[in-house]
């Protein structure tokens, strides 16, 4: 059974509060019996709702013989034993309910020490005793069977069950730390390899249509569902933007309003991918109604990972099922930069190949190089790389006169020392422009 209590500052849709819920909900595998919405200034204390509307929750549950109450909105450890007391079955929060189908969907080993960790900093706060039995462990002199084997330095009144519980989370919570904390290093040093190479990352809202896009791209065979957090890994290929041009695409995780802060922190390695990006695509699902409520809580996302400063240019998705041509233009008004397409029909595809390719080529600078005749790696990466002009072949080297992003060439240049630059200018911006990092 579903629960939403809406607040004045709610985010949520008014038109269908309870929708976003509901597709969680059925994500997670649970069939949805009944729902009930209560409008409230704030939460009470103890339950969260009024005494009337836990009444009727009560009446409404057992006629529905629901298992599991699904609130939309963060509870206290203390309303959700209140509640769990009152309504005689289990009740779980939006974050909860989320770090579920994180933990159903992780399938990669980095996933699931990600989705561990967030649950367990989630839980950590919440433990209550488990054990009533256990309430203390009595110390050696206490004559129990507990106490017998308790040995020196265990003589007193004895430990709660639950302070062992929280040194046990605490202990696994540092171990996991430290895993995912390797798993980061690891990541970002892969990352950072790449450094000659143009890196665009996909970043939108769930179920925005990211791994779509992504398959029609690059033809990786992503995982493409209509449900929320469809997939967790972070998948990178190779996007070919004809004329030789590639660039690598990569496809993250969806983000979510209200979305826990252990996975926002927890899924950070893999998130490195838009991190460290030369351009986000930001996904935008323009046939929903919440469009703009979407980019706000994906902007707020990226911001707190700090990514504030990487271009960012806005795909208004789904082109081809939106029924309200007026929302559209507003969110084109909206964002700085936007393009409409259709991952699903194609519908943009090349003039958003046209946009990157552009962003790709940025401050460009024409140059004459010399690569020995021998070196046909780096003369095919230079093909591959750059807009060749004019080529040369001498007896001992290749000359070629080609124009290619400044930072781009100044990196493969440190990478391969027999390129030799004849001439041009490499090392000096334009007026005006920005100093870039070597």
Same mark, same amino acid.
């Given at each position: 059974?579903?629960?939403?209590?809406?607040?004045?500052?709610?985010?949520?849709?008014?038109?269908?509060?309870?929708?976003?819920?509901?597709?969680?909900?059925?994500?997670?595998?649970?069939?949805?019996?009944?729902?009930?919405?209560?409008? /409230?200034?704030?939460? @009470?204390?103890?339950?969260?709702?009024? =005494?009337?509307?836990? $009444? #009727?929750?009560?009446? &409404?549950? +057992?006629?529905?013989?629901?298992?599991?109450?699904?609130?939309?909105?963060?509870?206290?450890?203390?309303?959700?034993?209140?509640?769990?007391?009152?309504?005689?079955?289990?009740?779980?929060?939006?974050?909860?309910?989320?770090?579920?189908?994180?933990?159903?969907?992780?399938?990669?080993?980095?996933?699931?020490?990600?989705?561990?960790?967030?649950?367990?900093?989630?839980?950590?706060?919440?433990?209550?005793?488990?054990?009533?039995?256990?309430?203390?462990?009595?110390?050696?002199?206490?004559?129990?069977?507990?106490?017998?084997?308790?040995?020196?330095?265990?003589?007193?009144?004895?430990?709660?069950?639950?302070?062992?519980? /929280?040194?046990?989370? @605490?202990?696994?919570?540092?171990?996991? =730390?430290?895993?995912? $904390? #390797?798993?980061?290093? &690891?990541? +970002?040093?892969?990352?950072?390899?790449?450094?000659?190479?143009?890196?665009?990352?996909?970043?939108?809202?769930?179920?925005?249509?990211?791994?779509?896009?992504?398959?029609?791209?690059?033809?990786?065979?992503?995982?493409?569902?209509?449900?929320?957090?469809?997939?967790?890994?972070?998948?990178?290929?190779?996007?070919?933007?004809?004329?030789?041009?590639?660039?690598?695409?990569?496809?993250?995780?969806?983000?979510?309003?209200?979305?826990?802060?252990?996975?926002?922190?927890?899924?950070?390695?893999?998130?490195?991918?838009?991190?460290?990006?030369?351009?986000?695509?930001?996904?935008?699902?323009?046939?929903?109604?919440?469009?703009?409520?979407?980019? @706000?809580?994906?902007?707020?996302?990226?911001?707190?990972?700090?990514?504030?400063?990487?271009?960012?240019?806005?795909?208004?998705?789904?082109?081809?099922?939106?029924?309200?041509?007026?929302?559209?233009?507003?969110?084109?008004?909206?964002?700085?930069?936007?393009?409409?397409?259709?991952?699903?029909?194609?519908?943009?595809?090349?003039?958003?190949?046209?946009?990157?390719?552009?962003?790709?080529?940025?401050?460009?600078?024409?140059?004459?190089?010399?690569?020995?005749?021998?070196?046909?790696?780096?003369?095919?990466?230079?093909?591959?790389?750059?807009?060749?002009?004019?080529?040369?072949?001498?007896?001992?080297?290749?000359?070629?006169?080609?124009?290619?992003?400044?930072?781009?060439?100044?990196?493969?240049?440190?990478?391969?020392?027999?390129?030799?630059?004849?001439?041009?200018?490499?090392?000096?911006?334009?007026?005006?422009?920005?100093?870039?990092?070597?």
């Amino acid at each position: 059974m579903l629960v939403s209590i809406l607040l004045p500052n709610t985010k949520a849709d008014l038109s269908d509060p309870l929708g976003e819920l509901a597709g969680l909900t059925k994500s997670s595998g649970v069939c949805v019996v009944d729902a009930m919405i209560q409008k /409230r200034l704030a939460l @009470k204390a103890k339950y969260a709702l009024g =005494k009337g509307k836990v $009444a #009727e929750l009560v009446e &409404r549950a +057992q006629a529905n013989e629901a298992d599991v109450i699904v609130f939309d909105i963060d509870l206290s450890p203390r309303q959700i034993r209140e509640l769990e007391q009152a309504v005689g079955c289990k009740v779980i929060d939006r974050s909860e309910l989320i770090l579920d189908i994180f933990a159903q969907r992780a399938k990669t080993r980095e996933a699931q020490l990600q989705v561990e960790l967030a649950q367990l900093e989630y839980t950590a706060p919440r433990l209550r005793g488990m054990w009533g039995h256990l309430e203390r462990i009595a110390g050696a002199g206490g004559g129990t069977a507990a106490g017998a084997v308790g040995g020196v330095g265990t003589r007193g009144p004895g430990e709660r069950q639950i302070e062992i519980d /929280r040194r046990i989370v @605490k202990k696994r919570i540092s171990h996991l =730390k430290r895993e995912i $904390a #390797e798993i980061d290093q &690891r990541k +970002q040093r892969e990352v950072r390899s790449r450094g000659d190479e143009f890196t665009v990352a996909l970043v939108g809202y769930t179920n925005s249509g990211k791994s779509t896009l992504m398959n029609r791209l690059t033809h990786a065979g992503r995982f493409a569902a209509d449900m929320p957090f469809a997939t967790l890994d972070t998948k990178t290929a190779r996007w070919e933007l004809g004329e030789g041009r590639t660039v690598l695409l990569s496809d993250t995780i969806g983000f979510i309003r209200d979305l826990p802060h252990g996975l926002v922190a927890s899924f950070r390695a893999t998130l490195e991918e838009a991190i460290h990006a030369d351009l986000l695509l930001h996904i935008v699902d323009a046939s929903s109604s919440t469009a703009f409520a979407q980019t @706000k809580a994906v902007d707020e996302v990226l911001e707190s990972l700090g990514c504030r400063d990487v271009p960012q240019f806005a795909l208004l998705n789904k082109i081809d099922v939106v029924d309200d041509a007026s929302m559209t233009e507003l969110l084109v008004r909206h964002r700085d930069r936007s393009l409409r397409i259709s991952a699903l029909t194609g519908e943009g595809i090349e003039e958003l190949t046209r946009e990157v390719v552009e962003r790709m080529q940025g401050e460009t600078t024409e140059v004459t190089i010399s690569i020995p005749q021998g070196d046909g790696r780096l003369v095919a990466e230079i093909d591959r790389r750059a807009d060749v002009l004019r080529r040369r072949y001498l007896p001992t080297a290749v000359e070629l006169d080609i124009r290619m992003n400044r930072t781009q060439l100044r990196q493969l240049a440190g990478r391969n020392p027999s390129l030799a630059i004849l001439s041009g200018d490499l090392d000096t911006p334009p007026a005006g422009a920005p100093d870039e990092p070597a």
